[in-house]
């Protein structure tokens, strides 16, 4: 995990946050090829949107946050609540842990469509496994992707709470 920077109380001298959009505007300009009303919007390779102040890159959410909610006291981890990492409205963040945030990503299985569901090729089923507390546990077969993937979506429910993401 990236070092995380302490957001410094100059953000909100150089900074604007438009709320309706998440978007960050520069106030002041911080070099001399960004003019005052620039949108502040860099996405880096990771697809999140970093700025650069004062020679450092903080992450756009982070600065979204602390402006948003007027403090310096931003929570180490801030989970994208869509899963669009350029959503930085401050209905779409929300405090997390670093389980909460794995928990709530969409679907990336190579074998199957839907979140959760697996497929077994050389015996021919579905099969659904969840992780929780950094262990995986398996949901059972099934023969079908959709029950393989009800299946994930009950548990992840359970155990996945607010935080949970069905794909």
């Known amino acids: 995990?990236?070092?995380?920077?302490?957001?410094?109380?100059?953000?909100?001298?150089?900074?604007?946050?438009?709320?309706?959009?998440g978007k960050l505007y520069w106030?002041?300009?911080?070099a001399p090829q960004i003019a005052i009303g620039d949108e502040a919007n860099h996405v880096n390779q990771k697809g999140y949107i970093h700025i650069m102040f004062k020679g450092?890159?903080?992450?756009?959410?982070?600065?979204?946050?602390?402006?948003?909610?007027?403090?310096?006291?931003?929570?180490?981890?801030?989970?994208?609540?869509?899963c669009v990492k350029t959503d930085n409205k401050l209905s779409n963040l929300r405090p997390a842990t670093a389980a909460?945030?794995?928990?709530?990503?969409?679907?990336?299985?190579?074998?199957?469509?839907?979140?959760g569901a697996f497929y077994q090729k050389e015996r021919g089923y579905w099969y659904s496994i969840i992780q929780s507390n950094l262990k995986s546990k398996y949901l059972?077969?099934?023969?079908?992707?959709?029950?393989?993937?009800?299946?994930?979506?009950?548990?992840?429910?359970?155990?996945?709470?607010?935080?949970?993401?069905?794909?």
């Open 1 to 21: 995990m990236p070092r995380i920077l302490p957001i410094p109380a100059e953000v909100f001298e150089y900074l604007q946050y438009e709320e309706e959009t």
């Open 140 to 167: 059972g077969s099934y023969a079908t992707e959709e029950e393989a993937h009800a299946a994930y979506c009950k548990a992840a429910a359970e155990l996945h709470g607010d935080f949970a993401n069905f794909g």
């Open 56 to 82: 450092k890159k903080y992450l756009g959410h982070r600065l979204a946050w602390a402006l948003g909610h007027q403090t310096l006291d931003v929570p180490p981890m801030l989970d994208h609540i869509n």
């Open 27 to 30: 106030r002041k300009s911080p």
């Open 100 to 115: 909460q945030n794995s928990q709530n990503q969409s679907n990336k299985n190579p074998s199957g469509n839907l979140k």
